[in-house]
């Protein structure tokens, strides 16, 4: 076997509001049965991200951390055991890979409820430490190790890597909540708060899976038009109209009487309670977008009265990665995916595409190592 390197470039977090540095971060000299040791070519800059590095998430983190966690990776060292992906697919060194965050498989969220994002042992890409072994978790990064707990997919050959890694988070977030939300009837109203990239992508799922209308809720209005091409039916502009008004315009569009479907990716802790709003009398609220610790102001009565049913989403499995890269694979050449993908940049650039995805200046960066 090819000797393994003994370090890899990666842009470190050390204190939350401070640049990025780039240093260089130990490559583990063993990869464990049921690892992999992966070259990362690509890894696309999330909205997380961003939140992460300024200490606004109500996750934990363990700092110092490797920014990132949308990477894709070309098979450097294959542990024992390792030889398959988690759809059962062969792998080689010199394949192409995205990989999840951990599940332990033994604990009540992964045996019983068989809702493997919420493990009780679960670690996660971008939020471990670099400082501890096997030190490589996170994307920002010329190498990353693939815990033998994580799941890991075969990226087919004709799925570029700022696709494949757009179906690494985003993507693999909408597929995740989309499948916890039920079927969508082709009668049904789907009304989308966000037009970022989940918002996006949640358009062209709820599109292709039926629903009658898709209206996408958001802005700047470049977004919007990109909307329309991600197969919504109608766009409602958040920075000229009320809540009171886009409340009524949804109605407008639903026969006067909500939308059957909503689902809300914006981040913004008003959306929530807007979302109650817009939605009809017995219809179907999903939220995915609250990682936030900010609060906001509701009326528990309306999902009451309204007899709601409000989902929360977070994460996504191997199935929901799988499913992303499928869904790209098939409708490359109709819904234009590779739109979304705005700026690239190199490893020593990272900051500045961390501040321009924070100006909203951009929708899907990439980082190409």
């Given amino acids: ?152 997919i075969r990226v087919p050959d004709d799925v570029p890597n700022d696709l494949a890694s757009l179906c690494s988070c985003a993507f693999r977030s909408v597929m995740n909540a989309t499948s916890q939300i039920g079927p969508i009837a082709p009668t049904d109203t789907v009304a989308i708060q966000g037009a970022g990239p989940l918002g996006l992508l949640a358009a062209a799922v709820a599109k292709v899976g039926g629903a009658k209308r898709v209206i996408v809720i958001g802005g700047p209005s470049a977004r919007l038009d990109m909307a329309l091409a991600f197969g919504a039916d109608e766009v409602v502009p958040v920075e000229t109209t009320s809540p009171a008004e886009r409340a009524d315009r949804v109605r407008e569009l639903s026969d006067g009487r909500g939308a059957d479907i909503v689902m809300e990716f914006t981040g913004h802790p008003a959306a929530f309670s807007e979302g109650l709003e817009i939605a009809r009398k017995g219809g179907r609220y999903l939220v995915v977008g609250q990682l936030g610790d900010a609060g906001t102001e509701i009326k528990p009565s309306m999902i ?66």
């Fill in 1 to 152: 076997m090819t000797a393994l390197p003994t370090s890899s470039r990666a842009a470190v977090l050390r204190r939350f509001g401070e640049p990025l540095r780039i240093e260089d971060v130990p490559v583990p000299r063993e990869i464990e049965p049921g690892a992999i040791l992966a070259r990362i070519e690509t890894c696309s800059v999330c909205g997380t991200d961003v939140h992460l590095s300024r200490g606004s998430l109500s996750l934990k983190v363990d700092l110092p951390i490797i920014i990132g966690h949308e990477m894709v990776g070309r098979i450097v060292a294959l542990g024992s055991g390792s030889d398959r992906d988690s759809i059962g697919n062969p792998l080689r060194v010199g394949d192409r890979i995205v990989y999840t965050h951990t599940a332990c498989g033994s604990c009540f969220y992964c045996t019983v409820a068989r809702q493997p994002t919420l493990c009780d042992n679960r670690k996660a890409y971008m939020y471990e430490s670099m400082e501890k072994p096997p030190f490589l978790m996170g994307g920002f990064s010329e190498y990353g190790y693939v815990l033998p707990e994580s799941g890991r």
């Fill in 304 to 369: 009451v009265k309204k007899n709601l049913q409000v989902i929360g989403s977070f994460s996504g499995d191997a199935a929901s990665y799988w499913k992303a890269l499928q869904f790209v694979q098939r409708h490359r050449k109709t819904i234009p995916f590779d739109r979304m993908i705005t700026g690239r940049f190199r490893l020593d650039e990272v900051n500045t595409a961390l501040e321009r995805m924070r100006k909203f200046e951009e929708i899907k960066p990439v980082i190409e190592i």
